[in-house]
């Protein structure tokens, strides 16, 4: 063992340590108070903003023009967005709509793998510090390994999706130009500074292994994720701009400055959507991969050691998909609250068929996720203590499932609308509005929570004198939380006014929230010293496997439907009320359609991240030396 | 020993209670709270007001 390892770290003096802990506070601080700094600056000045172009929802009040800024406008002659004809746009002889669809997908899709690893490969290094267990180190490097070859891919797609947007939507590319203006550039610093961390993050593993050089290895990936973050929300401007653009006029000449034209009313949304949603996901793609490695071998430690990486997969993926939807709701109130047309598109038109989808994708996920932890349960002894409890948890879900994905309005033929007695069933009606499906969603994350705490349990004796109080406080939590959300859900949802119905459903977040966080927070405090029963890592189910390889198709699937759902909302502007989409493409395609090139978006994926995988084995594959009879050189 | 059991069994009653109230408790100020902050007052019980 090296002299200056982990097991050492006590012999170094305290100050030092404090030294260090200094400097990534001071670190983190400055690049968190940039933001809010900014953020605080603008808070008072900046009141909501409104679609600035033609879209006026009738009954609102007049949108507010900023004279000041118009004036300036005049003076300066600015540039306005161009207005394309028909000609303007190269024909190529395939749909530019859908060339753009698939470049832009995969780049998205490797982009979030690419930029959501190195935040929990940080974490589990960092986790390996503290705890001396060089086996968080060894499989944190595992898992950049493993995703190293997505950042060149990443690359090729982008600079892919860039010529291919330039080439075949001048017009609209020159506009975002003109727009963006340096900020483009930012970008592509930001770049060199993300390849900077990551090749010396990756390559400098073993060479900063212990020791003060650890600290400097993990604050290399500190910066690769700040670099990472920083790329992330710049290009997260350029989308919300398209949906909700500001520090423009209506005819979309530039009247602020770049911070203004950024800082949309959709962009933190956005920003911290993807940035959950990307946690979640690249937790279930690395999941797949311990999942395969697991499959395909039968020495009992490597499949050890795959089952505790497929398991810290899934807590991630899991975990991080757990507040997901409370963000999704966030974005989604505020698309209303910017243009109630937008939302409606979204919600009330075509695209709302496309959110029974996505009801069927996360109860997939849901479902694979809560059985691999009850699975996984057969890993110690001691789950036999809550084995019991899982059939109860299981039907909450498939309950809660079939009430998700109940439509509200069916497709139906003259005779079976008189059958029914009218355009909606006397049950299925009900079923179909929001508030039954809000309660369905809560009480599904909260079942999902049980599990993963039950699974928690599973290996732990609580040892402190307060458990049988601590173990009450939490039963009387899930069983008040339940009744609550039932309770706001009815009663507001279907016996009082549209105003209350939506704002109980945020007491019914607010609800489940309770349930996580006085979960964590009891079971932190009660097995703190609690009596550990043996765990057998790898004794686990081959099929338990299989929901690790259901996971990232479904969030894959799920990724490109509601990516297509958040640009389609725009519909015929590719910058929403200032520059119209005059394209062959300018309209919303049939469900039938999408979900083809969501599919073969999904498809191609996977596949490149087969051959992500094969490379990362590759690289550890060692050709034996032919015998020397063999040996006559290369022919 | 069937002493220790009932007094035992009482005692999870006694805590199950007590945390249940507690619980009940702060879900009312919640759903209170929560609705208030959105411009939304509920009355003592839990109906609209106004």
């Known amino acids: 063992m090296n002299e200056r390892s982990l097991s050492n770290r006590p012999a170094q003096s305290s100050i030092l340590k404090h030294w260090h802990h200094f400097i990534w506070i001071v670190v983190a601080t400055l690049l968190l108070s940039t933001g809010l700094i900014q953020a605080a600056e603008d808070a008072d000045t900046l009141s909501r903003i409104s679609p600035v172009g033609i879209v006026q929802v009738e009954g609102e009040p007049a949108i507010e023009k900023r004279v000041v800024a118009t004036m300036k406008v005049e003076t300066a002659e600015p540039i306005v967005a161009p207005k394309p004809s028909r000609s303007d746009y190269p024909d190529i002889g395939v749909s530019s709509r859908a060339v753009v669809w698939i470049l832009a997908q995969l780049h998205l899709f490797f982009a979030a793998l690419v930029l959501a690893v190195p935040l929990f490969v940080l974490t589990i290094e960092l986790l390996g510090v503290y705890t001396g267990d060089e086996r968080y180190d060894s499989m944190a490097y595992e898992f950049m390994k493993i995703s190293l070859t997505g950042f060149s891919i990443t690359a090729i797609f982008g600079g892919s999706l860039a010529l291919a947007l330039f080439v075949l939507y001048p017009d609209f590319m020159g506009y975002m130009m003109h727009v963006f203006g340096a900020q483009v550039l930012v970008y592509a610093i930001l770049f060199f500074l993300e390849s900077f961390f990551l090749y010396t993050y990756y390559y400098g593993w073993n060479a900063f292994r212990y020791g003060n050089l650890k600290w400097v290895h993990l604050s290399l990936g500190l910066m690769l994720n700040a670099s990472g973050l920083t790329i992330m929300v710049v290009a997260n401007s350029w989308a919300t701009f398209m949906m909700a653009p500001s520090g423009v006029n209506e005819v979309g000449a530039v009247v602020g400055n770049i911070w203004e034209i950024m800082k949309g009313p959709l962009w933190n949304p956005i920003n911290l959507h993807r940035f959950i949603a990307n946690i979640a996901f690249g937790g279930a793609v690395v999941g797949a991969y311990a999942a395969f490695k697991f499959l395909s071998t039968n020495d009992q430690e490597k499949r050890a050691h795959y089952d505790w990486m497929g398991y810290t997969s899934n807590f991630i993926a899991i975990l991080a998909f757990l507040p997901l939807p409370f963000a999704g709701y966030w974005l989604m109130a505020e698309i209303y609250a910017y243009s109630q047309q937008m939302g409606i598109t979204a919600m009330g038109g075509i695209l709302a068929w496309l959110f029974i989808v996505q009801a069927v994708l996360i109860g997939t996920i849901l479902l694979a996720g809560n059985f691999y932890l009850w699975a996984g349960m057969s890993r110690t002894d001691g789950s036999d203590r809550y084995k019991g409890l899982i059939k109860f948890i299981a039907a909450v879900l498939v309950v809660c499932f079939l009430i998700w994905v109940t439509p509200h309005t069916l497709i139906l033929s003259a005779s079976e609308i008189s059958l029914l007695g009218g355009s909606h069933h006397h049950i299925l009606g009900p079923l179909g509005i929001m508030p039954a499906k809000n309660i369905a969603v809560n009480l599904m994350l909260v079942a999902t929570f049980l599990s993963f705490q039950l699974y928690r349990r599973s290996d732990k004796v609580a040892t402190v004198s307060w458990a049988p109080m601590g173990n009450a406080l939490m039963v009387a939590i899930y069983v008040v939380a339940i009744v609550n959300i039932i309770f706001l859900g009815v009663y507001y949802g279907y016996f009082t006014n549209t105003v209350y119905k939506v704002g109980s459903s945020v007491a019914q977040v607010a609800s489940t929230l309770v349930v996580i966080i006085a979960g964590i927070i009891i079971d932190t405090l009660m097995f703190k010293h609690a009596k550990t029963l043996p765990s057998h890592w790898g004794r686990i189910p081959d099929r338990a496997q299989y929901a690790l390889f259901a996971l990232p198709i479904a969030f894959t699937w799920l990724m490109g439907l509601m990516g297509y759902v958040r640009s389609s909302v725009k519909t015929h502007w590719h910058v929403y009320t200032v520059m119209k989409d005059n394209s062959p493409d300018n309209f919303i395609p049939t469900i039938a359609y999408a979900g083809n090139m969501i599919t073969i978006v999904t498809v191609l994926f996977l596949l490149c991240v087969l051959f992500m995988f094969w490379v990362a084995n590759l690289s550890s594959t060692r050709q034996a030396k032919p015998a020397a009879a063999d040996a006559g050189g290369v022919v | ?50």
Do not use: E, R
Request: proline share 4%; glycine share 6%.
């Open chain 2, 1 to 50: 020993m069937q002493t220790k059991n009932s007094s035992s069994i009482l005692s999870m009653l006694v805590s199950l209670i007590i945390s249940f109230v507690i619980v009940l408790a702060f879900f009312y100020g919640l759903d209170h709270f929560v609705m208030s902050i959105q411009g939304l007052p509920l009355s003592l019980n839990l109906s609209p007001a106004g």
